[in-house]
């Protein structure tokens, strides 16, 4: 008997029910539950590294990557205009500058900065100025070419206006284009935190103390010295208490302000 | 004899190889309302955003209140102040509720304080009918309430000369009657006025002087009654048969 296009549509619903419930049946019987929960729960390890993986980890990756991201949103401010001056020697320098620091992985600017340029210049950074000018680094060079393109989609008529009532270009850009181009870009700013909260983890390379340890350093001495991921599964999680509500917000304010048309 | 609010002559534009503008000549005396029609692409708007400079002219001179705005060290940004504009696509700050549109270059680019700007900004508001809206955001008004509010923000710098482009061009029908309304009551106060539109009604009853532009060139300019009423050129006959009656077919298509 054939079938209807309806009927052979729900029958094939069926049958990926019924793989994904016979893939975890055989997960649950072939895993060792065991040895996953001494390896990932192993609620005693857990019970030691509270309060500090709080008061000091996550406490750390914060500060880094809010640091980052406000030193990087300068720079992406500036790189953003200087992409679109009329003068061609800075829109280069700008191209330049983001296709370079795009091009190549952040752990690179890390090494960079914590071991080539102080040797190079003789100049030391603390831990703190590296962690936060290597993020700053690599996050303009995203945020910048994020900032042209809301600035761009700031309506013409708007800077008409403002000039028609006689404010100078840099008066229109600060206070009619900027504040209504960050509107538009605030979806995409926070995805760029989300990235650079992700990338703060990079400062593993540099030796820093205790106090200075971050999220992923911090599991990863406590993982050695317990032995186990368990520290890895919570500094995972602490992660995710993070980034899961700034993506949550990134999808809101998308449907907020990509809603409204700006007149 | 008084100055005259605006002069402009000899005024040319091109964009690239376009020559949009080839000869304009126009004189404005103060408090006249001039009403400039003619059909599309012919420049109405590239001349009107030549007075204030938004377009800069290939050639010619624009006079506007004794300042030479065509003179290449003339403060551009404070002539303009002068020089009140409303667009046909409103224009108003996206970002900045009513009041704070009408306030925000008083106090920035006249460098008027809080208290003046607002209380300007306010009489202003009265004067269009829309006192209530001062705390609503733009995108909460309606197409003619947002040309009211762009009219009460030009009307905030203490302007000797409007420029209108099309006014009431994007709105709705039920709508044109209250933004004519406004004009009409400013050009009764004695405001100069330069209005770029196809309401020939309006410009019939409102305007002292209307121009018809085509090609480029001022074809014919003079009392409304006799422009609109009685015109002299072809190209003029015909641009109003058209638009007085949309169906009306010319008899050389
Ligand atoms: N920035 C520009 N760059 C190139 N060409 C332009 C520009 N602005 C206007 N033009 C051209 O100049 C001509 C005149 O345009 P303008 O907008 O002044 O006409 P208009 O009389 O106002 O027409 P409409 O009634 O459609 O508004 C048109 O051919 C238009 O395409
Ligand atoms: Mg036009």
Redesign the interface.
Known sequence: MALTKRQRAKAFRGVQYGLLVVILIVFAFVADWGTIKRAFFDFEVMSKLFPDVILVALKNTIIYTALGFAVGLLLGLVLALMKLSPVPPYRWIATIYIEFFRGIPALLVFIAFNFGIPLAFQVRFDNLSTVTISLAIVGAAYMAETIRAGIQAVPKGQIEAARSLGMSQGRTMATVVIPQAFRIILPPLTNELIMLTKDSSLIYLIGVQYEQLELTKFGRDAMNQYRGMTPILVAGALYLIITLPLGYLSRRLERHTGGKKVS | MTEPAVVITGLKKSFGPLEVLKDIDLTVAPGEVVCIIGPSGSGKSTMLRCV?L?EEPTGGKIVVNGVEMTDPDVDI?????K???V?Q???????LSVINNLT??QR???KRGEKEAEEVARHNLERVGLSEKANAM??QLSGGQ?QRV?IA??LS?SPEVMLFDEPTSALDPELVGDVLGVMRQLADEGMTMLVVTHEMQFAREVADKVLFMDGGYVVEQGPAAEVIGNPQHDRTKSFLARVLNPTHQDPTD
């Open positions: 204030n938004l940004d404070r002539a303009r102040t020089i009140g504009m667009f696509g409103f224009n108003l700050f996206a970002h925000v270059a920035k680019v006249l733009p995108a947002q762009a923000r030009a710098m």
